[in-house]
């Protein structure tokens, strides 16, 4: 299957095809990593420290046992050579993935021009559309180099060459024609370190980026974010481009088993949105509305009450009611209106009013 030629027809594909397509394709088949998200009231700060992240628990570290050293399949981990431990985090809301990179080396290589350094290579299918994101790999030989590089290449799944760390240099490298996607409103990085190039020491990376349906060469006014949602699957990988001291050969340990993850999305690995765990899953009332048909004044109400819910008593402001969960309500006359939802459950009953939100004049 091809997924270029044009942006509208692209994505038009994806919202058909991808998902039963690719999310076989994925590699490490029958393995889905886990995303923590985070309360809305306790998004990690992005400073390089690790406080934030104390209550992101042990089984949602991804160490280097899940790793491959892809230059020497018979190497093992050696953590007194080098150890690195990654999570990753979401929250509900935002279209941003976290990341928390922890990582000791015995020997840091850094500071030379270009890439030739240690990395931190992440690639990101929001979508799970699968397919090629470098020119070199692309499905479709029809198409020019240029147009294939400016049609293609990081618009819809986005490599991050992350520089570990990055002394006198831009945080990453975004591989593409968007660079815009590594800076603010889009990703935003810190570093926590205290060594030298050629020493030994330990490196804190926090950062998050936001993941891109489409994220084209013509820049942020087309821009489509992946939207996240909870127990949406996600296809992300990540290799770590470790130089050794000098007269050993370096690394290049990835997380999926195939190295040309770095330019294939389809040889990506699963990861999960996860829901609120407890204690932080608190019961509380919430929901969202969509307007159906402006001109019948018809609108779809959609429960996002988190805890355990039993019972749905919808006041739709015009003297209706309902107890369906998603109800579906048409207004007689346009007008805004205050609509509220009342919960019940084990732990109680909870009430989310909205005052006007829902305006039909």
């Known amino acids: 299957m091809t997924r270029r030629l044009s942006a509208a027809a692209a994505l038009l594909v994806l919202g058909v095809l991808a998902f039963t397509v690719y999310v076989s394709a994925l590699d490490r088949p029958g393995t889905t990593f886990k995303v923590f998200q985070f309360p809305a009231d306790q998004i990690p700060r992005i400073d390089g420290n690790t406080d934030d992240w104390k209550m992101v628990s042990d089984d949602y570290v991804i160490g280097m046992d899940q790793l491959v050293d892809q230059n020497d399949l018979n190497h093992k981990p050696d953590p007194s050579d080098f150890d690195a431990k990654v999570r990753v985090g979401w929250v509900k809301g935002l279209n941003r993935l976290y990341f928390l990179y922890e990582a000791y080396a015995k020997y840091w290589d850094f500071g030379n021009s270009g890439l030739n350094q240690d990395i931190f290579e992440l690639v990101v299918d929001g979508d799970l559309s699968g397919g090629s994101l470098i020119e070199r790999l692309n499905e479709a030989p029809e198409l020019s180099e240029r147009d294939e590089h400016f049609s293609m290449h990081g618009v819809f799944a986005q490599n991050y060459h992350v520089m570990t760390p990055n002394l006198g240099k831009d945080w990453a490298m975004s591989w593409g024609c968007n660079s815009y996607v590594k800076q603010m409103p889009y990703a935003n990085a810190a570093y926590k370190y205290d060594f030298k190039p050629g020493q030994s020491g330990k490196l804190v990376v926090e950062f998050w980026i936001t993941p891109f349906d489409y994220a084209g060469c013509e820049g942020p006014p087309r821009v489509v974010e992946s939207k996240l949602v909870e127990n949406k699957l996600l296809g992300i990988s990540w290799a770590i481009l470790k130089h050794a001291e000098p007269g050993r050969r370096g690394s290049f340990w990835n997380l999926s088993r195939t190295r040309e993850m770095y330019g294939r999305a389809d040889h990506l690995v ?48 015009d003297g209706s009611t309902s107890t369906e969960k998603n109800p579906i309500h048409q207004y007689s006359r346009g007008a805004d209106y205050d609509v509220v939802l009342e919960v019940g459950g084990p732990e109680g009953v909870s009430r989310r009013e909205k005052i006007w939100d829902v305006d039909l004049r």
């Open 270 to 317: 699963a990861f999960r949105l996860m829901p609120l765990e407890k204690p932080w899953r608190t019961f509380q009332a919430d929901w969202s509305f969509k307007i159906l048909d402006m001109n019948r004044r018809l609108v779809a109400f959609q429960d996002e009450s988190t805890g355990e819910v039993t019972a749905w008593k919808w006041d739709f402001g």
